[in-house]
């Protein structure tokens, strides 16, 4: 009898949920527009690479929002940017969350994508844009510690995808003083068990990478797939393929974020 029967493995080979990719829709109108939200005066690669990604996987439409202090830097084929106030450290300044109430108006799903900077403006601002948008929200990088202070707001959000490291992992059960606690040398069926319990607490939906293996957790259900790529965790491509594949399946959560992981 398997003692762990919320706990799914996949393979390239054997993929989960074969459908999700079957039924990957035809029609632009039905792919989703995805909103993607980051980038400071330092530096926008993360948001540039996230808008080619999506546009590669399959979205229906991508509009992104950036500083208005980049707006001589981005590049021609980056024809989608609406811009927002900058604060005096280079990130989006409290003004921009009309345009970030705008944007996730438009879209299906938001994608706040990181290169953020660190700046208590910025976090304020997220944190009340996170509060008001009530759509699918996947959040990776520096904007999830961005957001630490909402830890609780966050973990109580439905309709949102963490994608993060197990060092965020850690931070997020610790804020919300969940009584598990996240080691480096955590044992992966540990780990499963851990998440297992946190989503069937919380709504919330989270993609995590250990010993090789991405899992993804949603409503007390696991899934994992062998994943040797964390580089496309750091620079955001796997967070942007998941919200994509999330965007043509909004009520399919587990299966489109797992299906999207075998790329």
Avoid: C
Avoid at 7 to 27: N, R, V
Avoid at 193 to 206: G, M, N, V
């Amino acid at each position: 009898m398997d003692s762990h029967p919320y706990w799914k493995k996949q393979t390239a080979e054997k993929p989960l949920f074969p459908d999700i990719e079957w039924s990957k829709p035809e029609q632009k109108s039905q792919k989703g527009n995805l909103g993607i939200i980051g980038g400071n005066k330092l530096g926008f690669i993360s948001v540039a690479e996230s808008y080619n990604t999506s546009l590669k996987t399959g979205v229906g439409e991508v509009r992104v929002l950036l500083p208005d202090v980049l707006r001589k830097s981005i590049p021609s084929t980056m024809t989608e940017v609406v811009f927002g106030g900058t604060n005096p450290s280079g990130g989006l300044a409290k003004s921009a969350l009309t345009e970030m109430k705008a944007l996730g108006e438009w879209s299906t799903g938001v994608l706040l994508i990181g290169d953020a900077g660190n700046n208590s403006e910025t976090a304020i601002l997220y944190e009340n844009f996170v509060k008001d948008y009530k759509g699918p929200l996947t959040i990776t990088r520096d904007a999830v510690d961005l957001l630490k202070n909402a830890g609780q707001e966050l973990v109580d959000r439905p309709n949102t995808l963490l994608v993060v490291s197990l060092a965020q992992l850690q931070k997020i059960f610790r804020n919300v003083y969940y009584p598990k606690v996240i080691t480096f040398s955590i044992q992966l069926i540990n780990l499963v068990e851990a998440l297992h319990k946190f989503t069937i607490t919380y709504p919330i939906s989270i993609a995590v990478l250990h010993q090789n293996q991405m899992l993804v957790a949603v409503g007390g259900e696991v899934s994992s797939t062998p994943f040797d790529g964390p580089m496309k965790i750091w620079r955001g491509q796997t967070a942007t393929i998941a919200a994509v594949y999330w965007g043509w399946s909004l009520s399919k959560t587990l299966e489109s974020v797992t299906a999207s992981m075998v790329i």
